[in-house]
């Protein structure tokens, strides 16, 4: 059974960090792309930033240019979201997505979709809360 769990949202201050994980099961993590969504309320939910199975990433957001940075440990089975910089619009319930169907959509297996389509991520966690706050 395919399960991705989100950890290590919290409340933090302007100009702190986070690290955000996302430990999947049921799958080969090594095979699959991976992406981080977003969604504040009353937003539409955002691409933040993918990892494909090469280890490369591609960042769906200009606004976390610079801030946010993405890795893997395959043996693990882990995708971590580094946040640095942290500023109260990136508050938001933080999620995470694999394409496990890519050939199946016509695209290669492993690589970053792009543009970010939440439908071309079809395993989704249930979320972890940021809040940027003073």
């Known amino acids: 059974q395919v399960q991705l769990v989100e950890s290590g949202g919290a409340l933090v201050q302007p100009g702190g960090s986070l690290r955000l994980s996302c430990a999947a099961s049921?799958?080969?993590?090594?095979?699959?792309?991976i992406g981080w969504f977003r969604q504040a309320p009353g937003k539409e939910r955002e691409g933040v930033l993918c990892?494909?199975?090469?280890?490369?990433?591609?960042h769906y957001a200009d606004s976390v240019k610079g801030r946010f940075t993405i890795s893997r440990d395959n043996a693990k089975s882990t995708v971590y979201l580094q946040m640095n910089s942290l500023n109260p619009e990136d508050t938001a319930v933080y999620y995470c997505?694999?394409?496990?169907?890519?050939?199946?959509?016509?695209?290669?297996?492993?690589?970053?979709?792009?543009?970010?389509?939440?439908?071309?991520?079809?395993?989704w966690g249930q979320g972890t809360q940021v809040t940027v706050s003073s």
């Open positions: 049921g799958f080969t993590l090594a095979n699959y792309a």
């Open positions: 997505a694999a394409d496990l169907f890519a050939v199946q959509g016509g695209r290669p297996q492993g690589r970053c979709p792009f543009p970010a389509i939440a439908a071309d991520f079809d395993s």
């Open positions: 990892s494909s199975s090469s280890g490369s990433s591609k």
